[in-house]
C-alpha cells in the first residue's frame, strides 16, 4: 500500500500504514483482495448494470468494506494530532501490484 497525505511527515504516514494493515488483517483480508474486489464491483457496475444474477458474493463486497475502513483509519490515524482531517483530494491510499 502507498499512503500519500499532503503536508504529513514519515512517521505520520507510518502511523497511518499501520493502521490500514490493522483493519486489514482483523478482516481477514489483504490489500490485494480489497482492491481486486473494489475492480470486481466497478465492473459489475459497469459491465452488467448492476444485474443481479451477475451479482458477485458477500466475500467480494466485505474485502472492498475492508479496504474502504483502512483507508478511513489509514488517515485519520495519520492526522491525528492535526487539528482536521486533510480534504479528500489531499490524501490517499493506493494498492500497487503488477498482479491485480
Known sequence: MVLKVLGATLAEIAKGLLAAQAVLDQAG???????RAEFDLEGWDVAYDMDEKRRPGADVFDAAAALDRARGAAVAACCAEWAALP??????????????
Open 87 to 100: 480534504d479528500v483530494q489531499d490524501w490517499s491510499l493506493d494498492v500497487i501490484s503488477s498482479h491485480l
Open 29 to 35: 483480508v489483504t490489500d490485494i483482495q480489497g482492491a
